[in-house]
């Protein structure tokens, strides 16, 4: 295993966040960065203070989008034990995203390693409140500057670390989702089951329109037929009927959420009906209509479980729950939580701590 190189900044000053951090805009004092090039490999792997990149205009990845990420959180728990949730599956998956747009992968052992070192040396920006947290920004890109359709030569990986506050700033609060049937964010065989920029960007139109119509996020189709669910903007999403909970199975236009695996997980341990399908908005449509829909929920990183009170499509306005969280959406928020915090066990494995030392520079 390599050595981390550490460059660290002195902080002369006691760390204060502020009542209310948001999401993503406040950034701990290091990151983790580390280079690829054909002759080393993946090499000088180093933590050290958060500062701008430097590149060349001609950086390929900003021309040709040859780009990945991913995000997972760091909690402070009750006792005081800094954890990461899910971390393994986390770099599992930042892998896959690799492979699909041809950037080379990543130890998965070494880098939850550097992880660990560089959260153990920023652990005094983790929040202390419930519902807060560290969010973890892993990303690569390819770095070569050069104008022409190829795959970059050279590459870096960059681990950046930001506190962040409670998605829900007002409480468990459900939301409103327009189904999306005039753009297309992803097809099979595509893009759809990476996190790389494109997919991100081939969703903003339609979520800036959705905004601007009282919606709070998208709720996309298929791609070839625009008739079964796929995916909300940033959350995979549950169908709760009366006989079955329904996600949608992955197609290869979905992104196998880890939330949304620990949901399944759950699901199975309390003996409930929880099937992966294709799923058709008209089905949705139907069971609303004919009371056979008790809830619609998200899952995500960022929400953990968010509520779907109102759903829309074409000239359907669908009220679930009387707008409000359904029974099983909140359980299963507090069972995720409280194993987030420490408040239950983890049966599962799911958490990773991360031991408080001193590290030795040489």
């Given at each position: ?200 960007a081939a969703s903003l139109l339609a979520a800036e329109e959705a905004v601007k119509n009282g919606y709070t996020q998208v709720l996309w189709l298929d791609g070839i037929e625009q008739k079964y669910i796929e995916e909300v903007g940033t959350m995979n999403i549950f169908i709760q009927l009366k006989d079955e909970i329904v996600t949608p199975r992955l197609t290869g236009s979905i992104l196998p959420g880890v939330t949304r695996r ?101």
């Open positions: 295993m390599q050595k981390i190189n550490y460059i660290l900044r002195e902080r002369n000053t006691p760390i204060h966040l502020p009542e209310s951090l948001g999401f993503g805009r406040i950034f701990t004092d290091h990151l983790f960065e580390m280079d690829y090039s054909p002759a080393e490999g993946w090499h000088s792997p180093t933590i050290k203070p958060v500062e701008s990149i430097s590149m060349h205009p001609a950086t390929m990845f900003i021309h040709y989008g040859q780009a990945i990420f991913e995000g997972l959180k760091a909690f402070k728990q009750e006792n005081g034990d800094v954890v990461i949730f899910r971390a393994d599956d986390h770099m599992k998956r930042l892998n896959n995203s690799a492979r699909r747009v041809c950037i080379p992968e990543v130890d998965v052992e070494f880098v939850l390693e550097a992880l660990r070192e560089l959260i153990n040396i920023d652990r005094d920006w983790i929040p202390n409140n419930r519902g807060e947290s560290l969010y973890i920004r892993p990303f690569m890109y390819g770095s070569d500057p050069f104008l022409g359709v190829r795959s970059s030569k050279n590459y870096k990986l960059v681990i950046l670390l930001s506190p962040v506050g409670a998605y829900y700033s007002e409480g468990f609060k459900p939301v409103k989702i327009l189904v999306q049937d005039k753009y297309v964010r992803a097809v099979r065989k595509g893009l759809g089951d990476c996190k790389t920029p494109a997919n991100y620990s949901v399944i997980e759950l699901l199975k341990d309390w003996n409930m009906n929880i099937v992966e399908r294709d799923i058709s908005i008209n089905e949705v449509v139907n069971a609303h209509e004919n009371g056979n829909l008790v809830s619609v929920f998200g899952t995500g990183t960022a929400a953990i479980i968010s509520s779907v009170g109102w759903l829309t499509y074409k000239d359907k306005k669908m009220v679930i729950n009387g707008g409000k969280p359904g029974k099983l959406d909140v359980k299963l928020f507090d069972e995720i939580t409280s194993i987030h915090y420490g408040l239950k066990e983890d049966t599962h494995n799911w958490i990773m701590h991360v031991e408080k030392k001193e590290v030795e520079v040489s």
